[in-house]
Protein backbone atom coordinates (compact mmCIF):
# COMPACT_ATOMS: atom_id res chain seq x y z
CA UNK A 1 0.00 0.00 0.00
CA UNK A 2 1.33 3.24 -0.41
CA UNK A 3 2.54 5.69 2.31
CA UNK A 4 -0.04 7.98 3.04
CA UNK A 5 0.86 11.83 4.96
CA UNK A 6 -0.40 15.13 5.45
CA UNK A 7 0.76 18.95 4.45
CA UNK A 8 0.34 20.95 7.11
CA UNK A 9 -0.63 24.79 6.04
CA UNK A 10 0.29 27.89 8.72
CA UNK A 11 0.59 31.72 8.52
CA UNK A 12 2.01 33.98 11.20
CA UNK A 13 3.23 32.26 14.79
CA UNK A 14 2.57 35.59 17.43
CA UNK A 15 0.89 35.97 20.32
CA UNK A 16 -2.00 38.76 19.13
CA UNK A 17 -3.42 38.52 15.86
CA UNK A 18 -1.64 41.82 14.17
CA UNK A 19 -4.08 42.07 11.67
CA UNK A 20 -8.05 41.30 12.43
CA UNK A 21 -8.12 39.48 8.82
CA UNK A 22 -5.73 36.92 10.20
CA UNK A 23 -7.63 36.15 12.68
CA UNK A 24 -7.80 32.45 14.20
CA UNK A 25 -5.11 31.81 11.65
CA UNK A 26 -2.37 33.10 14.29
CA UNK A 27 -0.77 30.61 16.50
CA UNK A 28 0.78 31.54 19.70
CA UNK A 29 4.58 30.94 19.30
CA UNK A 30 4.24 28.65 22.20
CA UNK A 31 1.63 26.34 20.57
CA UNK A 32 3.44 25.20 17.01
CA UNK A 33 6.41 25.00 19.31
CA UNK A 34 4.39 22.66 21.18
CA UNK A 35 3.63 21.01 18.03
CA UNK A 36 6.64 20.55 16.78
CA UNK A 37 8.67 18.94 19.57
CA UNK A 38 5.31 16.68 19.97
CA UNK A 39 6.88 15.38 16.35
CA UNK A 40 9.85 15.10 17.52
CA UNK A 41 9.19 13.25 20.72
CA UNK A 42 7.64 11.09 18.79
CA UNK A 43 9.79 10.48 15.94
CA UNK A 44 7.57 11.44 13.07
CA UNK A 45 8.78 12.12 9.74
CA UNK A 46 8.75 15.47 8.83
CA UNK A 47 9.75 15.78 4.86
CA UNK A 48 10.18 17.99 2.17
CA UNK A 49 7.45 18.74 -0.12
CA UNK A 50 9.98 17.59 -2.94
CA UNK A 51 10.05 13.86 -1.17
CA UNK A 52 5.98 14.22 0.17
CA UNK A 53 5.36 14.45 -3.97
CA UNK A 54 8.33 12.09 -5.24
CA UNK A 55 6.67 9.58 -2.68
CA UNK A 56 9.59 9.67 -0.80
CA UNK A 57 8.35 9.45 2.60
CA UNK A 58 7.15 6.80 5.26
CA UNK A 59 3.56 6.27 6.46
CA UNK A 60 2.98 9.05 8.58
CA UNK A 61 4.41 11.57 7.43
CA UNK A 62 4.27 15.77 7.49
CA UNK A 63 4.97 18.17 5.17
CA UNK A 64 4.92 22.22 6.85
CA UNK A 65 3.96 24.94 4.73
CA UNK A 66 3.63 28.72 5.87
CA UNK A 67 1.28 30.98 3.94
CA UNK A 68 1.66 35.03 3.52
CA UNK A 69 5.10 35.56 4.04
CA UNK A 70 4.82 36.60 7.67
CA UNK A 71 7.84 37.86 9.55
CA UNK A 72 7.56 35.17 11.85
CA UNK A 73 8.63 32.83 9.12
CA UNK A 74 12.15 34.20 9.90
CA UNK A 75 11.70 35.08 13.67
CA UNK A 76 9.64 32.58 15.14
CA UNK A 77 9.31 29.29 12.48
CA UNK A 78 12.81 29.28 11.10
CA UNK A 79 14.82 29.30 14.94
CA UNK A 80 12.75 26.56 15.77
CA UNK A 81 12.90 24.27 12.85
CA UNK A 82 16.21 24.66 12.37
CA UNK A 83 17.33 22.74 15.61
CA UNK A 84 14.87 20.05 15.21
CA UNK A 85 16.11 19.64 11.37
CA UNK A 86 12.72 19.78 10.08
CA UNK A 87 12.15 21.14 6.75
CA UNK A 88 9.64 23.31 6.12
CA UNK A 89 8.24 25.74 3.01
CA UNK A 90 7.53 29.51 3.12
CA UNK A 91 5.17 30.89 0.07
CA UNK A 92 5.30 34.32 -0.52
CA UNK A 93 4.34 37.28 -2.57
CA UNK A 94 6.40 39.84 -3.87
CA UNK A 95 4.43 42.77 -3.62
CA UNK A 96 4.68 42.22 0.05
CA UNK A 97 8.09 41.36 0.75
CA UNK A 98 9.24 43.82 3.23
CA UNK A 99 6.16 45.67 4.03
CA UNK A 100 5.47 45.84 7.72
CA UNK A 101 5.27 42.35 9.26
CA UNK A 102 6.13 40.45 6.14
CA UNK A 103 9.63 38.88 5.81
CA UNK A 104 12.28 40.60 4.35
CA UNK A 105 14.12 39.99 1.62
CA UNK A 106 17.20 39.50 3.13
CA UNK A 107 15.19 37.15 6.06
CA UNK A 108 13.79 34.80 2.49
CA UNK A 109 17.84 34.62 1.28
CA UNK A 110 18.46 33.99 4.87
CA UNK A 111 16.04 30.92 5.10
CA UNK A 112 16.43 30.06 1.86
CA UNK A 113 20.67 29.37 2.56
CA UNK A 114 19.51 27.65 5.33
CA UNK A 115 17.62 24.91 3.08
CA UNK A 116 14.04 26.03 3.67
CA UNK A 117 12.61 26.05 0.57
CA UNK A 118 10.71 29.37 -0.61
CA UNK A 119 7.84 29.20 -3.08
CA UNK A 120 5.09 31.68 -4.84
CA UNK A 121 1.79 32.56 -3.37
CA UNK A 122 1.00 34.89 -6.51
CA UNK A 123 2.54 38.44 -6.75
CA UNK A 124 0.23 40.16 -4.06
CA UNK A 125 -2.44 38.13 -2.77
CA UNK A 126 -5.02 39.20 -5.41
CA UNK A 127 -7.34 35.71 -5.30
CA UNK A 128 -7.22 33.87 -8.60
CA UNK A 129 -10.68 32.63 -9.67
CA UNK A 130 -11.82 35.62 -11.09
CA UNK A 131 -9.27 36.92 -13.45
CA UNK A 132 -8.19 37.40 -16.68
CA UNK A 133 -5.89 35.14 -18.24
CA UNK A 134 -3.44 37.90 -18.36
CA UNK A 135 -3.85 38.60 -15.23
CA UNK A 136 -3.63 35.11 -13.70
CA UNK A 137 -0.48 34.54 -15.73
CA UNK A 138 1.20 37.56 -14.50
CA UNK A 139 0.20 36.55 -11.13
CA UNK A 140 1.58 33.09 -11.78
CA UNK A 141 4.50 33.58 -14.05
CA UNK A 142 6.16 37.20 -12.87
CA UNK A 143 5.85 36.28 -9.25
CA UNK A 144 8.21 33.14 -9.93
CA UNK A 145 10.40 35.30 -11.49
CA UNK A 146 10.84 38.11 -9.37
CA UNK A 147 11.57 35.82 -6.44
CA UNK A 148 13.70 33.86 -8.68
CA UNK A 149 15.88 36.77 -8.92
CA UNK A 150 15.79 38.22 -5.70
CA UNK A 151 17.11 34.72 -4.40
CA UNK A 152 18.90 33.06 -7.14
CA UNK A 153 17.57 30.76 -6.66
CA UNK A 154 14.51 28.11 -8.89
CA UNK A 155 11.21 28.43 -7.43
CA UNK A 156 9.21 24.90 -8.08
CA UNK A 157 5.82 25.94 -5.58
CA UNK A 158 2.90 27.25 -5.90
CA UNK A 159 0.46 27.86 -3.13
CA UNK A 160 -3.12 29.40 -4.35
CA UNK A 161 -3.73 32.49 -2.46
CA UNK A 162 -6.83 31.74 -0.67
CA UNK A 163 -6.92 28.00 -2.47
CA UNK A 164 -8.16 30.38 -5.54
CA UNK A 165 -8.17 29.30 -8.81
CA UNK A 166 -8.30 25.35 -9.30
CA UNK A 167 -7.63 23.61 -12.22
CA UNK A 168 -7.17 26.70 -14.48
CA UNK A 169 -4.42 28.08 -12.14
CA UNK A 170 -2.87 24.62 -11.93
CA UNK A 171 -2.39 24.46 -15.99
CA UNK A 172 -1.06 28.02 -16.09
CA UNK A 173 1.48 26.87 -13.47
CA UNK A 174 2.50 23.81 -15.27
CA UNK A 175 2.92 25.66 -18.18
CA UNK A 176 5.16 28.45 -16.74
CA UNK A 177 7.12 25.66 -15.16
CA UNK A 178 6.08 25.38 -11.67
CA UNK A 179 6.52 21.05 -10.40
CA UNK A 180 4.13 21.88 -7.24
CA UNK A 181 0.13 23.51 -6.71
CA UNK A 182 -0.91 23.34 -3.57
CA UNK A 183 -4.73 24.05 -2.51
CA UNK A 184 -6.59 24.44 0.78
CA UNK A 185 -8.76 21.91 0.32
CA UNK A 186 -8.15 19.57 3.31
CA UNK A 187 -7.43 16.02 2.30
CA UNK A 188 -4.34 13.35 2.79
CA UNK A 189 -1.75 12.87 0.37
CA UNK A 190 -1.67 9.06 -0.71
CA UNK A 191 2.09 7.92 -2.19
CA UNK A 192 3.41 10.00 -4.89
CA UNK A 193 1.46 13.16 -4.94
CA UNK A 194 1.16 13.28 -8.57
CA UNK A 195 -0.13 16.19 -11.01
CA UNK A 196 -3.24 17.28 -8.93
CA UNK A 197 -3.25 20.22 -6.80
CA UNK A 198 -1.85 18.98 -3.16
CA UNK A 199 -3.81 19.03 -0.17
CA UNK A 200 -3.34 20.84 3.40
CA UNK A 201 -4.88 20.87 6.76
CA UNK A 202 -5.19 24.70 7.83
CA UNK A 203 -3.99 24.52 11.47
CA UNK A 204 -5.89 27.49 13.82
CA UNK A 205 -5.10 28.84 16.92
CA UNK A 206 -8.78 26.93 18.56
CA UNK A 207 -7.18 23.52 17.09
CA UNK A 208 -4.26 23.40 20.01
CA UNK A 209 -2.22 20.52 20.58
CA UNK A 210 -5.56 17.85 20.43
CA UNK A 211 -6.40 19.07 16.68
CA UNK A 212 -3.12 19.28 15.45
CA UNK A 213 -2.67 15.47 16.68
CA UNK A 214 -5.94 14.80 15.13
CA UNK A 215 -4.74 16.56 11.75
CA UNK A 216 -1.40 14.50 11.93
CA UNK A 217 -2.96 11.26 12.40
CA UNK A 218 -5.38 12.12 9.95
CA UNK A 219 -8.52 11.13 12.30
CA UNK A 220 -11.29 10.47 10.56
CA UNK A 221 -13.60 12.67 12.60
CA UNK A 222 -10.77 15.69 12.41
CA UNK A 223 -10.49 15.20 8.29
CA UNK A 224 -14.79 14.74 7.88
CA UNK A 225 -15.00 18.19 9.89
CA UNK A 226 -12.04 19.85 7.83
CA UNK A 227 -13.93 18.96 4.87
CA UNK A 228 -17.39 20.53 5.80
CA UNK A 229 -15.90 23.38 6.96
CA UNK A 230 -14.24 24.04 3.90
CA UNK A 231 -17.51 23.24 1.77
CA UNK A 232 -19.23 25.92 3.77
CA UNK A 233 -15.88 28.39 3.75
CA UNK A 234 -16.54 27.72 -0.25
CA UNK A 235 -20.54 28.38 -0.06
CA UNK A 236 -19.73 31.35 1.91
CA UNK A 237 -17.63 32.66 -0.16
CA UNK A 238 -19.59 32.27 -3.02
CA UNK A 239 -22.82 33.71 -1.78
CA UNK A 240 -21.55 36.57 -0.12
CA UNK A 241 -18.24 37.48 -1.46
CA UNK A 242 -14.75 37.09 0.15
CA UNK A 243 -13.93 40.35 2.12
CA UNK A 244 -18.28 40.00 3.44
CA UNK A 245 -17.79 36.48 4.10
CA UNK A 246 -14.57 36.59 6.07
CA UNK A 247 -15.92 39.51 8.35
CA UNK A 248 -19.10 36.62 9.11
CA UNK A 249 -16.82 34.26 9.61
CA UNK A 250 -14.59 36.10 12.06
CA UNK A 251 -17.41 36.96 14.16
CA UNK A 252 -18.75 32.95 13.80
CA UNK A 253 -15.58 31.29 15.04
CA UNK A 254 -15.09 33.99 17.87
CA UNK A 255 -18.87 32.43 19.04
CA UNK A 256 -16.84 29.58 19.56
CA UNK A 257 -18.54 27.78 16.77
CA UNK A 258 -17.37 23.83 16.46
CA UNK A 259 -15.42 24.73 13.45
CA UNK A 260 -12.56 25.96 15.28
CA UNK A 261 -12.26 23.17 17.61
CA UNK A 262 -11.74 19.30 16.88
ZN1 LIG B 1 -2.62 33.42 1.84
Not at 7 to 35: K, N, T
Not at 57 to 80: H, K, N, Q, R, W
Not at 198 to 204: G, S, T
Request: glycine content about 14%; proline content about 6%; hydrophobic content about 40%.
Amino acid sequence: MSPRGVVLMYHRLSDGPADPEEGDYVLPPSLFEAQMHWLAARGRQVVSLAALAGGRYEGGAVALTFDDGCDSDATVAGPLLRPLGFPAAFFVNPARVGVEGRASWDQLRALAGEGFAIGSHGLDHTLFDDLVPSELERQIAESKREIEDRLGRKIDALSLPGGSGGERAQRVARDVGYRLVLGSRPGVVRGPAGPGILPRFALRRGHGLAGFQAAVDRRPLFVLRQVLWYRVSQAGRQLFGTRAYGRLRRRWVDRGAPAGRA
